[in-house]
């Protein structure tokens, strides 16, 4: 069973940044790390992640030019750098595996807990 585990949230000043962690118990599989946000009241989005093909790193049109997906060389930790924050970017924060690495292994969701950014104006 793979478990994801994201650190980092917390409360900031608009303009300001935080920097999301997501460690992933992988085994045998390693797995592209995809971020995700649900503000209240509102359903659950994609923010970030790797394209399939060429994994280039892609992004919600909301966070372009503000945000940064990365994972490490060893892809057990993603990163979500988010800067120049809005109120707006307020929101529960989730990664999710994504495509995996090697074509012998299966495509799995696996979700972390979340953590919470909240940005004041």
């Known amino acids: 069973q793979v478990r994801l585990t994201e650190s980092g949230g917390g409360s900031v000043q608009a303009g300001g940044s935080l920097r999301l962690s997501c460690y992933a118990s992988?085994?045998?599989?390693?797995?592209?790390i995809a971020w995700y946000r649900q503000a209240p009241g509102k359903e659950r989005e994609w923010v970030a992640g790797?394209?399939?093909?060429?994994?280039?790193?892609i992004y919600a049109d909301s966070v372009k030019g503000r945000f940064t997906v990365s994972q490490d060389n060893a892809k057990t930790t993603a990163y979500l750098q988010m800067d120049s924050l809005k109120p707006e970017d307020t929101a529960m924060y989730y990664c999710?595996?994504?495509?995996?690495?090697?074509?012998?292994?299966?495509?799995?969701?696996?979700w972390g807990q979340g953590t919470q950014v909240t940005v004041s104006s």
């Open positions: 999710k595996t994504d495509h995996p690495h090697s074509r012998l292994c299966v495509r799995r969701d696996y």
């Open positions: 992988f085994t045998a599989c390693t797995y592209d």
């Open positions: 790797f394209a399939e093909d060429d994994k280039r790193r």
